[in-house]
């Protein structure tokens, strides 16, 4: 008789730690598992969005692989220069940085 009541025992303490472990401590498998769940689901949107940028980087690499595109770009961007050439940079008051002292 006694003996069969130790095995309850067993069997409880042994449920009991289980659900102890899977839902009630801190760092239980379910709130592990939400927690990397949340990490899985921003590295994916992070990997879409640098994917975007990578289409886009490969785009204008395309765009630039013709001599003229890549002398506009360098002129708008850089403000070079052909030879015999002047440039004039136009700055509208709105657009300069100004202290205020």
Known sequence: MKLEKF?????????IFIVWMLF???N???STHRELNKQIEL???QNANLQQAIAKDKQEIQE???????????RENYF?????EEI???EYADSLKTSDK
């Open 7 to 15: 095995k309850n025992i067993y069997i409880i303490i042994s449920a």
């Open 24 to 26: 009630l401590d801190a």
């Open 28 to 30: 239980s498998w379910f």
């Open 43 to 45: 590295l994916e949107e």
């Open 64 to 74: 630039f692989s013709t001599l003229e595109k890549l002398k506009k770009f360098a």
């Open 80 to 84: 070079m220069k052909k030879e015999n």
């Open 88 to 90: 004039y940079i136009i």
